[in-house]
């Protein structure tokens, strides 16, 4: 952002075949949709596609002599992995496990939730992520690896044949890791669900471009299996060095998660870039964002249709759903006012646009419980900072004059506090305010920056985006290692509910389902 606030114009030229690759919840079947008025033709899914027989993964196989042959199935409901392996270890010179892979070149990250099934019958028995050269048992390989005794490990062989070598994490029995390449850089990071990642890293292992990636399990004894069950699992091709934001796009994930448990479900893939869901009213649908226009994904149904807002086809990913469900307020670049973003209202079924905001450029993010007024973030004479105005236009009224940069603003559903994100303090953090701007006090303290306070439909809970120390704290870029975090609403330390790949367009407006058990997000990978 660097001070200047351009969410999500998506200005990219589309191709000329458009598609939303989208996997119903209630099916296997993998949807295709094109755009309206986009060519068809015969269309050859990703094998990106959590809809194939292994999900996101080619084939399975044991690497090494194993005296008992393993197994993987793929549960294309719950989108997770049940891997049964055998093995005498993966130590020293030679490997012997399950694999169940897939051949990637370039970077990558690889991320899941991993548990062990049964007590066991070695301590040392292993799963985790591994990246090795080939399917060899004596291959090069980086592995990101959990031990049945909690042992937590980043293990490598740098050379064929080498014996195997390892750098130990102080995080014990994780159920989060994940393995990123960078070059020849791997980097192990590993969590307990709710808490932040710790890293290891290891420089120059030369694995070749083309790698097999992919779950693994090892029993470490020959004569019995070990079982375990792999969730939430991404393979998440980043976004090349030297990307040009609101220019360059990779693919996107549309998901939905049970807040409770940290259950995610891929409910559409896409090549293109899809952001900010909104959940209606009903529960039925998600509304979202992408190249200008909003579409609205039926949850039943499975398929996605294009919501009609007349001319306003410039449209970025600060769009909000009324409480009652009837109305939905957006914010287009409107060519009248060179391209400022501007707040219109029309039905949530879509329709002509009615304009509200008289200045640009204005952000819409929340709508009053009583559905009268709208509060945004406006950019005045180079200053960033909340305003409220009535849903009918007409003056607005500023709530907040800090310096540094105010955002994010939403209603609590009683209408008594406005929560919203600010670095007036140096770091991004929640804040929140009485709903006539007063009493100002500052939620979040952490060593984060802290994005886009989202209410849940109780009250009680708040959901936030958080980026690392290293990002501007007066930006939110695409394409980065996230949290989304969760905390009460008058305070108190925060949990993480989901690691993940993405940023701008993530989690940009509210997106609690109605009964207030789940959110909409967008994470993001090449394809």
């Known amino acids: 952002m660097n001070k200047m606030k351009t969410v999500g114009i998506l200005r990219a030229a589309a191709p000329a075949v458009i598609m939303i690759c989208a996997i119903a919840l209630a099916a296997d079947t993998v949807l295709i949709a094109a755009r309206p008025g986009a060519r068809t033709g015969p269309v050859r899914p990703s094998p990106q596609l959590l809809g194939q027989p292994l999900g996101l993964f080619e084939s399975h196989g044991d690497v090494g002599p194993v005296e008992r042959p393993g197994r993987a199935v793929y549960d294309s409901q719950k989108q997770e992995y049940l891997i049964e392996g055998a093995g005498a270890n993966m130590w020293f010179s030679a490997d012997e496990f399950q694999f169940v892979w897939k051949r990637l070149k370039g970077d990558f990250i690889l991320s899941a939730r991993v548990e062990f099934i049964g007590t066991g019958v070695v301590a040392h028995r292993k799963i985790g992520w591994m990246a090795r050269s080939t399917l060899d048992p004596g291959s090069a390989h980086a592995s990101a690896v959990v031990h049945g005794d909690g042992l937590t490990s980043l293990q490598f062989r740098k050379a064929p044949g080498n014996d195997t070598e390892e750098v130990q994490m102080a995080v014990q029995a994780p159920d989060i890791i994940q393995l990123e390449r960078r070059g020849d850089v791997y980097i192990m990071s590993a969590a307990r669900f709710g808490e932040t990642f710790a890293s290891e890293r290891v420089p120059d292992i030369g694995l070749g471009d083309e790698v097999y990636v992919g779950l693994f399990v090892c029993s470490h004894d020959a004569r019995v299996s070990e079982k375990a069950k792999f969730s939430n699992v991404r393979v998440v091709i980043p976004a090349k060095e030297g990307f040009v934001p ?16 940290g259950e995610r479900t891929v409910v559409i893939q896409s090549p293109r870039s899809l952001q900010a869901p909104n959940w209606t009213a009903d529960g039925r649908a998600l509304i979202y964002n992408s190249e200008g226009l909003l579409y609205r994904f039926d949850l039943a149904a499975g398929a996605p249709s294009v919501l009609e807002t007349g001319p306003a086809k410039d449209n970025n990913n600060d769009h909000v759903l009324s409480f009652d469900g009837k109305w939905i307020g957006i914010s287009h670049h409107s060519p009248e006012d060179a391209g400022e973003s501007i707040i219109y209202v029309l039905p949530a079924a879509g329709g002509d646009p009615v304009r509200v905001t ?106 936030f985006l958080s980026f690392q120390k290293d990002v501007d704290p007066g930006d939110h870029p695409f394409y980065r290692q996230v949290y989304l975090r969760m905390m009460p609403v008058g305070g108190g330390e925060p949990r993480v509910i989901a690691y993940v790949y993405g940023g701008q367009g993530t989690i940009n407006v509210p997106s609690w389902s109605p009964d207030g058990r789940r959110i909409a997000f967008v994470s993001n990978t090449g394809f």
């Open 358 to 463: 008289d200045k640009g450029p204005s952000y819409l993010h929340g709508w009053s419980p009583d559905g009268k007024s709208l509060v945004y973030t406006g950019g005045r004479n180079g200053e960033y900072d909340i305003y409220r105005i009535s849903v009918k236009g007409g003056p607005e009224v500023r709530l907040t004059d800090a310096k540094g940069l105010d955002d994010g603003p939403e209603y609590t559903p009683d209408g008594r506090f406005i929560y919203f994100n600010s670095n007036r303090t140096g770091l991004m953090q929640i804040w929140r305010m009485r709903s006539d701007g007063s009493g100002q006090e500052r939620v979040t303290t952490s060593d984060l920056n802290d994005w886009f306070p989202h209410v849940s439909p109780d009250g009680r809970r708040i959901v």
């Open 246 to 261: 609101y220019q360059d796009y990779i693919g996107s994930n549309l998901e939905v998660m049970d807040v409770e448990n």
